[in-house]
Nanobody, 112 residues
Framework: QVQLVASGGGLVQPGGSLRLSCAAS????????LSWYRQAPGKERELVAL????????NFLDSVKGRFTISRNNAKNTVYLQMNNLNPEDTAVYYC?????WGTGTQVTVSS
């Protein structure tokens, strides 16, 4: 059974940083592409970042390019989202996603 558990969210001031983690189990992690999505109140869920199984290729939502990075540790079955220079528009619940399964969400709130 695929399980994805996200953590690392919280309240941060504009310009601050957070690192989200998503611990995976129940599938061959090293062979799977992984994604982070987010959903803000009243808005549709959107793809924020994607990393291929090899980790050699990544893709980002235009609004987070240059601020967010995605990485993975196949030895720990964990994918990360490093978020820098956060702004209030980044406020959302963040989810990891793999193999058509949504993980638990973690709330990120950017506010002064």
């Amino acid at each position: 059974q695929v399980q994805l558990v996200a953590s690392g969210g919280g309240l941060v001031q504009p310009g601050g940083s957070l690192r989200l983690s998503c611990a995976a189990s129940g599938f061959t992690f090293s062979r799977s592409a992984l994604s982070w999505y987010r959903q803000a109140p009243g808005k549709e869920r959107e793809l924020v970042a994607l990393i291929t199984s090899s980790g050699l290729s990544t893709n980002f939502l235009d609004s987070v390019k240059g601020r967010f990075t995605i990485s993975r540790n196949n030895a720990k079955n964990t994918v990360y989202l490093q978020m820098n220079n956060l702004n209030p528009e980044d406020t959302a619940v963040y989810y990891c996603y793999a193999l058509m399964v949504w993980g638990t969400g973690t709330q990120v709130t950017v506010s002064s």
